[in-house]
């Protein structure tokens, strides 16, 4: 049953060939059995899940279900689950029950899905291989001895080790495209404002954003028709109309145009990431895209001027984590000030404490323009370089990651390796475009992701090229070969 997509077990769950029931417990089997090697969830929640499960055959059987009733997924545990530990990797959070769930929580409880668990993260969704968790670092089921990405590197170990057919992650700077790419999985971050992050812990509110992780396009479609919702509660929530992201998915890509900007294939690029990307793009040109050199000129600053915006407001949103209201408080404190210091310099590690101490600065009297107010002039430029490009190509494409997985360790002790990780995805973030990875080749056995950016709201086209790729490849049904 793991072996199946999400839309065959829609399918499956509709033509009686298993109950949600024996979905579920078939998924948690296998978490039982495989997530010891990869430690990719956190927190299992079987008898909920296991009740979830009987309601969903109940609605099922009743006829008129929605299309997720009865589908097992895992949720980053990023997103509040009501009742259930909400961690987001930190010791700040280890004893953190939220009493209310993330509208993407929601949104999938309403439709009758069932939640396996919660997936581990770096601390705070701050990083890039997943090193940085509290409860330590995720394995890629490529290679073992290599990391998954991050910081959603959980869930897309999991889905790539099929312990679950989908899962929510987010993306703030590559979060949902950089672990998809290097755990040869499909993934795709929204417009910003698509999908609502009430509930969402917030890491850089200006870039977050939550989106589907799953094998294939027609799989993130489904997931993103769930999530995908106008949100008063989030003042950042767009209220545009909502497609059914599965209606073009089946439209012919003729007389595609598929920017290719120069800059993403420059020096640092590795040469096999290089070659499977150009590999792809003569795929879509079989199947009828056009491919135009475009450029994107203030590419460059993307990376400097994120590690100035991000921190800012990570600065920001993690002072809330104070010892006093909620999460870690320090044992015995001598007084306030001792609280609050022992606190987060116990709760927190050590790349959120780094994070903290930039974004402060950056934030300073004196500094703020200087460092902040200049950062959001390179946002604006980034935004204009793809509102340019966008007036004469329909998608822009290019490698999702410099190169494949790399062992644990390996950027460890150079922050700024570490950064530069996330230099093709960090500027859809600054702009708030919509950006999806998708398995496109292997460099040595470790798969290569394809990075597919597209205009604002234009998530459907992305699924359907993706799709359309996916239909004339096979690069998303290869899996590690330890489980083939
Ligand atoms: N790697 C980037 C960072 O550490 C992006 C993380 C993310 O998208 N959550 O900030």
Known sequence: MHNFTLAELINGLRSNKFSSVELTQHFLNRIKELNGDYNAIITTTASQALESAISA????????????????????????????????????LDNFIPPYNATVVENFENDGAVMLGKTNMDEFAMGSSNETSFYGPVHNP?????????????????????????????????????????????????????????????????????????????????????????????????????????SKLDNPINGLKIGIPREYFSEGLHSGTEQAVRNSLVELQNLGAKLIDIKLPSSHLSVPAYYVIAP??????????????????????????????????EGFGEEVQRRIMIGTYCLSAGYYDAYYGKAQQVRKLIQQDFSDAFKSVDLIMGPTCPSPA???????????????????????????????????????????????????FNEERILNVAHQFQQSTDWHNHMPSELA
């Not at 997720?68 to 980053?76: D, N, Q």
């Open 406 to 456: 790399f062992k644990f360790g390996a950027k460890g002790n150079d922050p700024v390796a570490m950064y530069l990780e996330d230099i093709y995805t960090i500027a859809t973030n600054l702009a708030g475009l919509p950006g999806m990875s998708i398995p496109c080749g292997q460099v040595d056995g470790k798969p290569v992701g394809l990075q597919i950016i597209g205009n604002y």
């Open 57 to 92: 055959d109940q609605r099922l059987a009743n006829g008129n279900a929605p299309e997720m009733c009865g589908i097992p997924i895992l949720h980053k545990d990023i997103f509040c689950t009501n009742g259930v530990r909400t961690s987001c990797g930190s010791k700040m």
């Open 142 to 246: 490529w290679a073992l001895d290599c990391v998954p990405g991050g910081s959603s590197g959980g869930s897309a170990a999991a889905i790539s080790a099929r312990l679950a057919p989908g899962a929510t992650a987010t993306d703030t700077g590559g979060s949902i495209r950089q672990p998809a790419a290097l755990c040869g999985i499909s993934g795709l971050k929204p417009t910003y404002g698509r999908v609502s992050r009430w509930g969402m812990i917030a890491f850089a509110s200006s870039l977050d954003q939550a989106g589907p992780m799953a094998r294939t396009a027609e799989d993130c479609a489904i997931l993103l028709n769930a999530m995908a919702s106008f949100d008063e509660k989030d003042s950042t929530s767009v209220n545009e109309p909502i497609p059914n992201y599965r």
């Open 312 to 345: 800012a407001e990570a600065s920001a949103n993690l002072s809330r984590f104070d010892g006093v209201k909620y999460g870690y408080r320090c044992k015995e404190p001598k007084d306030l000030e001792d609280l609050y210091r022992r606190s987060r310099s």
